[in-house]
């Protein structure tokens, strides 16, 4: 029986590794421009069938008109230096899905916000679930709001060399089960199995608070719900 337990138990360590090393899976730190081999965009929009312009009707979103603006097929947020969150999201929820989304976030150097998805809201300041986040120190990771905070950061010294400050940037993301990835400016800076967090959810935008005047700007936002397997 020792015998027998010995030989097993080297077995049970790589498998133990393997999963370990696939939930802690890492960035692209060498900022390798990857995201054409998953998927092209051209003129804003991903190449391919079925994709949802998520920014076409503002009646398919909950934001407060104080602080947010939806017009032909754009959206704007600011606000200043407020002490609650105000977040816009949309009425429909969704689970597994591509995220296509050019953003642009001005402010002063605190100016913070993120790109909302599986978020659960209760009410316009408290939104729990995921952030691809951005702002200092913030740019190109995974933050979970109100659960697990930082789930996988990407180094900042590596995200200022990615950031186009105070312009727009591309965010693709693909949620498939506890599957998290997304590329920022064609580079993955996110690549994490993370089981505790929402399987589903809706997809907004964070204007963040006790942060000095901030605008966020999306004109084009892009959804694709995965039906199969990603490449």
Known sequence: MHYLYNLTRPLHWVIHFILVSKALAQPDTN????????????NEKP????????LLS???WKYEPSYWKFDHGTCLGEMGKEKEHHYAFTKA??????LSVYIKMVG????NSGVCIRINPTNFDNAPGYQIDM???????LWEERRGNMIQKFPEELATKLVNQNDWNHYFIVAHGHHIQAWLNGVK???IVHENGF???KIGFQLCHLHNQTKVDVKSLYLRIMKNNPK
């Open 108 to 111: 002063e150097e605190d100016a």
């Open 58 to 60: 503002p009646a398919d």
């Open 135 to 141: 702002g200092k120190g913030y740019w190109a990771s």
């Open 189 to 191: 800076t996110i690549d």
């Open 31 to 42: 900022l390798k421009k990857s995201l054409e081999g998953y998927i092209k965009i051209k």
């Open 199 to 201: 399987a589903n959810g």
């Open 47 to 54: 190449a391919g069938q079925g994709w949802k312009n998520l």
């Open 93 to 98: 929820d969704y689970s597994d899905f591509e």
